[in-house]
């Protein structure tokens, strides 16, 4: 008979809480002979480079991920919550206090923020009488992004599972294993890149080698990977929702 790999890792689970017990009431080091990586998928006795090279594969493959945290650029902290997939992904972004919602479907994309970001011009409210009643008519509409604004690059890649993955999990320098770790009760493999200064990735054990969490080199932020594989509903706004400015948004 075949065992439940669900009924292992239960039991593995409860071996290492019995033993941690142990461990902190008898005073010692550890538990002699247990396996870190017994009933895992068994990533985390791979050397550094196959265990990226695994990660890397699985997220690629993953038809959905969920992205939130922080991301720090060009000295500018973004906030993320995006759902991604194959054709595109919705969420909310905050950026200098304005919070904004993207949403990309195949080439289409919109934002959906209140009148304070469509007024919000460099760093400044533009009180303008007419300009205020603009901004006005746009809260809560999903306002279409051009291909043609500069707005639309900058935006979209928030919203592009695989450019923004690709972007996200390359760590700095030498990799290396920095040892066993748990992330929401999933244990994890941790791979460094120049001793963690490179940044880190902990890699779960369980399941698929997914990437869980990441944080990046030189504080540039920390996110959390979740929900892979776990589709959710996409698709354009109905038109009643939606401004179409043709070829440039308002200035913002």
């Not at 748990?182 to 698929?208: A, C, P, Y």
Request: proline share 4%; glycine share 14%.
């Amino acid at each position: 008979m075949t065992a439940n790999p669900r009924g292992r890792t239960r039991k593995a689970a409860l071996a290492r809480t019995v033993c941690a017990l142990f461990v902190a009431g008898a005073g010692v080091t550890g538990c002699g002979g247990e396996d870190p990586d017994a009933g895992t998928n068994g990533v985390g006795k791979l050397p550094p480079a196959k265990i990226q090279s695994r990660t890397q594969s699985a997220a690629e493959a993953a038809g959905t991920v969920r992205l939130s945290g922080a991301v720090v650029s060009n000295k500018r902290t973004y906030k993320l919550d995006m759902q991604l997939k194959k054709g595109g992904g919705t969420g909310s972004v905050t950026s200098d206090g304005v919070t904004f919602r993207l949403l990309r479907v195949d080439e289409h994309l919109f934002i959906k923020a209140d009148a304070d970001f469509w007024t919000h011009q460099d760093g400044k409210s533009d009180d303008s009488t007419s300009d205020t009643a603009a901004a006005g008519k746009l809260e809560g509409m999903y306002v279409k992004v051009p291909k043609g604004d500069p707005a639309y690059q900058q935006l979209s890649v928030f919203t592009d599972k695989d450019v923004l993955l690709d972007g996200l999990l390359s760590l700095q320098g030498e990799l290396a294993t920095d040892g066993h770790h748990e992330f929401n009760g999933v244990r994890t493999i941790r791979l460094t890149g120049d001793k963690g200064s490179g940044g880190r990735i902990d890699v779960s054990l369980e399941g698929k080698p997914y990437p869980l969490l990441l944080v990046r080199a030189g504080d540039a932020g920390t996110i959390r990977l979740t929900d892979w594989g776990r589709d959710f509903a996409l698709k354009a706004p109905d038109k009643a929702d939606t401004v179409d400015y043709g070829q440039q948004l308002p200035s913002s």
